[in-house]
């Protein structure tokens, strides 16, 4: 499974657009980009997932680039709420889906 | 309740004794999870079951027993609790269809004095 690097942490203020980026050199060729989100004392819960070049939804968007050694994980406009740990994995698309969270990276908005 | 479910919440519980964390699905997964997280890292998967009956080893199975008699229930026994499986456990749940996302319970803080 192919293993993650991410900031250990960022800091932002609320308002402002935060990318994190993800190196994954290995990346499998049918593992899915996968980010979570945890805020403390929760499970982690799915963010956003892609398989190349850019995907967004509600809450984020993830930009991968054509050798999909690296993503960016986009979230727009961050508030005091978007405090968490992110973690950037691949996920196998096919049996098990059996995921490896790293370390993960906190990111701290501030007002 | 719908969604993923674990009870209890919280344990305290001593060296040597046997603790059995349960974990409830309501969406008919097929594949369900056990995790444990450290204080401060990310987490580790335990065991994982494919379907009712059908269990396999994750990263950190020593230590643990895992069953599935029945599609919404997964529970992770710890036969002989050591003070370095106090954790938080999370246990988790997917679909079958490719790339299906985990949904993870609320997690259980399991202490071993």
């Known amino acids: 499974l192919a293993k993650t690097t991410q900031p250990i942490s960022m800091d932002s203020y609320e308002g402002q657009e935060v990318n994190i980026t993800c190196s994954h050199n290995?990346?499998?060729?049918?593992?899915?980009i996968t980010w979570y989100q945890q805020f403390p004392s929760q499970g982690p819960r799915f963010i956003i997932q892609?398989?190349?070049t850019k995907v967004t939804n509600e809450v984020a968007s993830l930009f991968i680039p054509a050798d999909r050694k690296s993503s960016t994980l986009s979230l727009p406009r961050v508030s005091l709420s978007d405090t968490a740990v992110y973690y950037c994995?691949?996920?196998?698309?096919?049996?098990?889906?059996?995921?490896?969270f790293g370390a993960g990276t906190i990111l701290r908005v501030k007002s | 309740d719908a969604g993923i479910t674990q009870s209890p919440r919280y344990k305290i519980t001593e060296t040597g004794r046997q603790v059995t964390l349960m974990c409830h699905q309501t969406?008919?997964?097929?594949?369900m999870f056990w995790y444990r997280q450290d204080l401060g890292h990310g987490l580790r998967l335990i065991y994982y079951?494919?379907?009712?009956?059908?269990?396999d080893k994750g990263e950190v199975p020593d230590g643990y027993v895992v069953s599935r008699s029945k599609t919404e229930n997964f529970p992770l026994t710890l036969e002989s609790a050591t003070r370095s499986q106090t954790s938080v456990y999370f246990c988790?749940?997917?679909?079958?269809?490719?790339?299906?996302?985990?949904?993870f319970g609320p997690g259980t803080r399991l202490t071993v004095t």
């Open positions: 988790a749940s997917r679909g079958t269809g490719g790339g299906d996302e985990q949904y």
């Open positions: 290995n990346i499998a060729t049918n593992d899915y």
């Open positions: 892609g398989y190349k």
């Open positions: 994995l691949g996920a196998p698309m096919e049996y098990g889906n059996k995921l490896v």
């Open positions: 969406w008919s997964h097929s594949y």
């Open positions: 079951s494919a379907a009712a009956d059908i269990t």
